[in-house]
Nanobody, 116 residues
């Protein structure tokens, strides 16, 4: 079965950096588009970044453009989110996700807290 396991979250000061990882199994990782979402307390889940299977092109939410970088390692079945210049408003639970033709799959999430 499809499994997505996020790691790398934690507490970081404003202006700091973190790299999130999402280890994937149970599907042919290299042919699937992968996404990172986040959900802050009291807010809806929002799409942060996408990396497409074909060509590896990427898209970002305006709020993170220029600060976050999504990447993938198909040999390791892992997608990453490099987060730089972190702000308190980046505090949220971060989830990786992928879709089949029939459903959306989610990891359990990893908490990122940006605070001094």
């Amino acid at each position: 079965q499809v499994q997505l396991v996020e790691s790398g979250g934690g507490l970081v000061q404003p202006g700091g950096s973190l790299t999130l990882s999402c280890a994937s199994s149970g599907f042919t990782f290299s042919i699937y588009t992968m996404r990172w979402y986040r959900q802050a307390p009291g807010k809806e889940r929002e799409l942060v970044a996408t990396i497409f299977a074909t060509g590896g092109s990427t898209t970002y939410a305006d709020s993170v453009k220029g600060r976050f970088t999504i990447s993938r390692d198909n040999a390791k079945n892992t997608v990453y989110l490099q987060m730089n210049s972190l702000k308190p408003e980046d505090t949220a639970i971060y989830y990786c996700s992928t879709n089949s033709a029939f459903r959306t799959y989610w990891g359990q999430g990893t908490q990122v807290t940006v605070s001094s």
